[in-house]
């Protein structure tokens, strides 16, 4: 029996502030260790932690884009855990009053829609760092440090909602855009600045009842989180095909080995003794606030989205590619402004221009042809001055040169062949050249007319214009019957 993955994510994203939660001590990465630290987020005794307002600003605008409700009156709590790295011996979190409450985060996906409710976003402190390998003195002794400890997180904490490791690993991606784009967080998962825990189990299709989770702990990439997803719905599903049941327990991804392995069981779980901070004060958030914070939100992918399609009437695939970044939406815009014709804009946006992208791996404010000078492009297409098929050449010089479309066609005598001598001779090549197409048209395989034309607009080095060497071949093919 196959069965149905069911998959809730807890996303750690570090908001992007130039100092920590709690104390003034920079959140720069990469300094010497221990050199960004000071007597509060070294978990001195005495020292006391006052806000960073610039962080609940950033946390309320990441809250506002996943559509939750902030509320007015959130608490800080104790998370109260042993580990070398928290000096204090807890972690300041948010518990039962976090700052956000039931989001959705709504798309369209190459397989469908995907509706993703979020259960909350709470603010938090990140750890320090143990060093374990690759520092002098490692073989006897772990080093800590400090830099990180103080850190400000948020973490998004999904239902289980997601329904395949895929698109469980296209939800974290479109999140980091996301939060990329509010400049909420850096996106730097090699550096841990987002990360997240996923929790997977399994259930026979059909059925509604939740299976038993397991949470497989940090995890710094989309691949290893789509591998980690995989194995472990393999591994459940392998259990309980033999009978077995699942255990509730934390497991770690073994990125080497390409598995899941267990780090601790629901027996050995923590009881964190959570209880509310006495250092700091209830977080209050004016309704004001919260409106000017949102007030000032940029438009986000998945609005751009459907402002494309409702806009431009660009096709749903398209406009979500268009989407992904401000950038590529205004290239597109800037095109249809200057062209008057969304419909060739998307197809070249598509085709050619995606190409080149991804071929030179370049963003689209790398390209050397800019929005007007496609537009020129598209309007020789459009008069019929150059044939598709030579445009996509001229595209391509243009984007290696810089230059403008019209000097191309010109230096290169690219101007759509129309004249019906030069042509007549390329269709007479074409189909002396190739009998065998010429029959098996005849025989009734109309489908070989389309090499024909190619091998016109070969025998012209794509100058014919594809229209009028259709009609010339099929004069001749149907009228020579
Ligand atoms: P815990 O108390 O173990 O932390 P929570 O109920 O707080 O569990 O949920 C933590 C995360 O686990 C959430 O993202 C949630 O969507 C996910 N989750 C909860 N139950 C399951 C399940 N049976 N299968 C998959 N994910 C689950
Ligand atoms: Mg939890
Ligand atoms: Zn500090």
């Known amino acids: 029996m196959e069965f149905e993955p069911v998959i809730g994510l807890e996303i750690h994203a570090q908001l992007q502030t130039a100092t920590k939660i709690f104390c003034g001590c920079s959140t720069t990465f990469g300094a010497p260790p ?13 020292a006391l932690p006052v806000l960073n307002e610039r962080v609940v ?14 509320q007015p009156l959130s608490l800080f709590a104790r998370k109260n855990y042993f580990y070398p790295d928290l000096p204090k011996g807890y972690q300041i979190s948010q518990y039962d009053q976090p700052l956000a409450t039931d989001g959705r985060v709504r798309y369209v996906a190459d397989e ?15 750890a320090g760092k143990s060093l374990h390998a690759g520092v002098p003195g490692s073989g006897r002794a772990t080093h800590l440090d400090f830099n990180r400890s103080g850190v400000p997180l948020i973490e998004v904490v999904t239902h289980p909602d997601l329904r395949s490791s895929a698109a469980a690993a296209d939800f974290f991606s479109r999140l ?3 939060f990329r784009a509010l400049a909420v967080n850096d996106g730097n998962m090699e550096e841990g600045s987002l990360r997240c825990d996923a929790n997977v189990s399994v259930r026979p299709p059909g059925t509604t009842r939740l299976g038993v989770k397991v949470e497989v702990k940090n995890i710094n990439s989309f691949r290893f989180l789509q591998h980690a997803l995989e194995y472990e719905l393999a591994r459940q599903s392998d259990v309980l095909r033999a009978g077995g049941a699942i255990t509730q327990e934390t497991r ?4 080497a080995n390409g598995r899941t392995l267990p780090m601790r069981s629901k027996e050995e779980a923590h009881d964190y003794r959570y209880f509310p901070e006495p250092d700091l004060p209830p977080l209050e958030v004016s309704a004001a606030w919260v409106a000017a914070i949102s007030e000032s939100l940029p438009e986000l992918p998945e609005e751009r989205r459907q402002r494309l399609v409702a806009e431009f009437g660009v096709a749903e695939k398209d406009a979500a590619w268009l989407a992904q970044s401000a950038e590529l939406t205004s290239y597109f815009e800037d ?12 197809n070249w946006m598509m085709g050619s221009v995606g190409r080149y992208l991804n071929e030179h791996d370049v963003e689209i404010g790398g390209l050397r042809v800019v929005p007007e000078r496609l537009a020129e492009l598209i309007a020789l297409v459009e008069s019929g001055t150059i044939s598709t098929s030579a445009a996509r050449t001229v595209f391509e010089r243009m984007a290696a040169s810089g230059e403008a479309p019209r000097a191309i066609v010109e230096a290169e005598g690219l101007v759509q062949i129309d004249d019906s001598d030069v042509l007549g001779a390329a269709v007479r090549e074409a189909l002396e050249g190739n009998p065998d197409a010429v029959a098996s048209y005849r025989a009734g395989k109309t489908g070989t007319l389309g090499f024909l034309v190619g091998q016109v607009m070969r025998r012209t080095q794509g100058k014919a214009n594809p229209r009028a060497a259709r009609a010339m071949l099929l004069e001749v093919l149907d009228g020579g019957r």
Not at 34 to 46: A, F, I, K
Not at 112 to 126: K, W
Not at 335 to 346: E, L
């Open 176 to 178: 980091r855009a996301m």
């Open 57 to 70: 600003e950033l946390a309320i605008r990441a809250a506002l884009a996943l559509r939750c409700e902030v």
């Open 112 to 126: 469908g829609e995907v509706d993703v409710r979020i259960i909350r976003v709470h603010l938090e402190e990140d």
């Open 34 to 46: 221990n050199t960004h630290v000071c007597p509060v987020c070294l978990g001195l005794p005495g």
């Open 252 to 255: 770690l991804w073994d990125a």
């Open 335 to 346: 095109t249809v402004r200057a062209s008057g014709n969304a419909k060739a804009a998307c």
